[in-house]
């Protein structure tokens, strides 16, 4: 390296360029923290308005300062302040309630920040000395956060080449191919726990079902406690350690995704010239954008999910206590959006030209409930979490959206059943069952199938991981053996140390 060269590199890294960086650096760390979650192109515009206002500050402060250094020392301190509010909010509030409160908080923020304007006038400070050294920090997390966001891609990019490679699209293909639906309702309990603890008769709604057509499997248990292990397991026909989601293992949230989106059932079907159709969920693990045929609702909200949580995890947090913003109202409509934009397409899509395999994720009746019993708008606070909300709650929002979505489906069934033109195949699921009971409720779940040329061989405890088997073995000429019908239950905190646990349902022949 020249003299000149090594002047100019010594200039640039003495340079306080690292507010830019830490202006960047909380939109990226969130991003990478839920990268499994989001679609990266909602990190866009956080990321941009994020730097934009970093850039006003710093030039704001310089006109007061007259030093590009100091006015950046402040700066810095000042973002800081503002993406820790939320995080630190969160971890009073888990101490104690009472701890973490706006009127604590904002009245300390604003103390630390008259503290941090009084430290950057400081004339001791020695920042020309120190400026390298920020600049290195805040390089190294940005880099930290794209080397995540980074592998998480690689891994899912490097998973689907490995599960096309080692797929083996089994059966000869039906002569006759139905419209298959996998409509998965997010939550929905097994009957027994829905009278038990959440005071829900759903008994004319079975017999709804039943009288349609469908079999219900009674004592039915989901495999996984969480939707992506369930979704990934049923729809790879496998439980998720013989697919390769290990212990811990980084890769394990791009797998994921990978087997949702590029599953063995859609392998299959596709195989078989089917078109695949899917909706938006707002989840990016049960999310297939590169479906032949992929639907969402012109979303009427300004802010997206990722936006929303990136305001709740800042200072944001205080304006939205106040009621001067609303992104929850917004982050709740979307919900109740997508939820009703499937229910009003899904009758348009059974006239559509087959064969076709429809995925449908619903949330609901999970949280955040946003639906009364009768379609109302429900607001008990935008939660998503089963946690985040007191006992009471949960039971009467989950009551009244298994109210709302029993009404709801039965015609769209109907309709489905009724504009096919031969009988389609119908999975109506629970991914896992509700959360806020015990651990053995939260694997009881909804299992029903209109299956009209292999009702029969629907049997008492069959598990999602055993329901395209049946379905390709009855359809497509394959000789898949059913599994022994297993149920883990693991929490979110520790997601891959799964608990066996066990079915105590009674014996009893499905119905009818």
Request: charge should be neutral; hydrophobic fraction near 40%; proline fraction near 7%.
């Amino acid at each position: 390296m020249t003299f000149s060269h090594r002047r100019k590199f010594d200039s640039w890294v003495r340079l306080p360029w690292y507010v830019i960086l830490l202006a960047v650096y909380p939109v990226l760390a969130l991003a990478a923290v839920n990268v499994s979650q989001i679609r990266l192109g909602v990190v866009v515009r956080p990321l941009m308005l994020s730097l934009l206002a970093s850039l006003v500050l710093w030039g704001s402060l310089y006109l007061y300062f007259k030093d590009w250094s100091r006015a950046a020392f402040l700066a810095s301190l000042l973002i800081l302040l503002f993406y820790a509010y939320g995080h630190v909010y969160q971890v009073l509030r888990n101490i104690s309630p009472h701890l973490g409160r706006g009127r604590y908080l904002v009245p300390l923020w604003g103390c630390l920040s008259v503290l941090s304007f009084l430290w950057a006038k400081h004339k001791s400070l020695p920042l020309p000395r120190l400026v390298p050294t920020f600049n290195l920090i805040a390089v190294s997390l940005t880099l930290l956060s794209l080397g995540q966001i980074g592998q998480f891609y690689w891994q899912q990019s490097q998973g689907r080449r490995q599960l096309l490679a080692e797929s083996s699209p089994a059966g000869t293909g039906p002569t006759e191919k139905p419209d298959i639906y996998y409509l998965i309702l997010d939550s929905y309990g097994r009957t027994d726990t829905l009278q038990a603890f959440y005071e829900v008769d759903n008994t004319a709604f079975l017999q709804a079902l039943t009288d349609m057509g469908f079999v219900i499997a009674p004592c039915s248990q989901s495999n996984y406690a969480q939707t992506p292990f369930s979704i990934a397991s049923a729809l790879n026909l496998n439980y998720l350690t013989t697919l390769g989601i290990e212990n811990n293992s980084q890769r394990n949230a791009a797998l994921l995704v990978t087997l949702s989106r590029h599953s063995l059932v859609r392998q299959v079907l596709e195989a078989n010239g089917y078109r695949v159709i899917s909706f938006a969920s707002g989840f990016v693990w049960s999310e297939w954008p590169d479906a032949d045929k992929y639907l969402e609702p012109p979303l009427q909200g300004h802010i997206s999910e990722f936006e929303a949580l990136l305001i709740r995890s800042s200072f944001g947090l205080a304006l939205l206590d106040v009621g001067v913003i609303h992104t929850n109202a917004e982050s709740a409509n979307s919900f109740r959006q997508r939820t009703l934009y499937v229910l009003e397409t899904l009758p348009e899509v059974a006239t559509w030209e087959g064969p076709k395999f429809v995925f449908v994720h619903l949330i609901v009746p999970h949280p955040p409930f946003v639906f009364g019993p009768n379609g109302e708008e429900r607001d008990y606070g935008f939660q998503t979490l089963e946690s985040q909300y007191s006992s009471a709650q949960y039971r009467q929002g989950y009551r009244e959206q298994v109210e709302f979505i029993n009404q709801r489906i039965l015609p769209v069934l109907k309709q489905i059943i009724a504009s096919s033109p031969q009988s389609p195949v119908i999975i109506l699921q629970g991914d896992h069952g509700p959360g806020f009971s015990s651990w053995s409720d939260r694997m009881k779940i909804l299992n029903a199938y209109y299956l009209p040329a292999g009702r029969q061989l629907v049997y008492p405890s069959i598990s999602p991981v055993n329901s395209f088997r049946l379905v390709l073995n009855t359809y497509f000429g394959s000789t898949y053996p059913i599994l022994d019908d297993h149920s883990y239950f693991s929490s979110y905190n520790t997601p891959y140390d799964f608990q066996e646990i066990e079915n105590d349902c009674s014996p009893m022949p499905a119905t009818p």
